[in-house]
């Protein structure tokens, strides 16, 4: 019958200087799934090793750099007649950026490419380069919202009671618009799955309010 076994080790240490850290984690998976197709028993073992990495860079309070890079790989066997034995590559790997442009106005960045190798459909043997940025600003309708530097808007806010409540920001999601909105993938028992995205690439405005109300005083 189904069964499945799995095992996983996560770990993170920081790098020389409290700056810089390393974390991951190893992953690996055996699922023996078993299924009726055309009326015959079908037995398929699925073997799945990921192996993913983190470095991160941290200066001050104003810039993170991370860089970060995924495995995975999969390898499946089965008896079953015309069943082709799957030996098949995901990767993905790239970087995420943070700035602090100034106390009030926040870029986060992160730019990642897709890979998927080893597939019998040419069609999913893809290279996919995604590109996601966001701009965020808090702001206050009762004083300035521009400060130069963190002190600066800690000093302006004792003027006034309380954190910026107000935040717009704006996100684009795949600015090179390399993402299809079909998705190609393979089930335990090795049969091809369609998924449809309908909105690949697109651009989000928000505006949200934050309050805090303080119990009252006995």
């Known amino acids: 019958g189904n069964r499945r076994a799995y095992f996983n080790l996560y770990y993170s240490t920081p790098l020389g200087k409290k700056h810089y850290d390393l974390s991951g984690s190893t992953r690996w998976n055996l699922n023996h799934s078993v299924d009726i197709i055309n009326s015959q028993l079908s037995a398929v073992t699925n073997h799945s090793l990921e192996q993913h990495l983190e470095l991160g860079a941290r200066y001050a309070d104003r810039l993170t750099l991370q860089l970060s890079g995924n495995v995975a790989w999969q390898y499946a066997t089965s008896k079953r007649e015309n069943y082709h034995t799957r030996n098949t590559w995901d990767l993905s ?3 995420e950026l943070d700035f602090k442009i100034c106390a009030d ?26 590109w996601n940025a966001g701009l965020e600003w808090n702001f206050d309708f009762r004083r300035s919202s521009y400060a130069r530097t963190t002190a600066d808007a800690d ?7 309380g954190p910026r409540p107000w935040t717009i920001s704006v996100k684009a999601h795949d600015l090179l618009q390399q993402l299809s909105n079909t998705r190609r993938v393979l089930n335990a028992q090795g049969i091809t799955e369609t998924w449809y995205n309908t909105i690949p690439s697109y651009v989000m405005l928000s505006l949200t309010y934050r309050f805090a109300k303080l119990p009252k005083k006995k």
């Open 155 to 161: 000093a302006a806010s004792k003027s006034s009671s």
């Open 105 to 130: 106005l926040r870029l986060n960045t992160t730019f990642t490419v897709y890979q998927r190798r080893g597939y019998d459909d040419r069609s999913m043997n893809e290279t996919e380069m995604v």
């Open 93 to 95: 790997y790239g970087p």
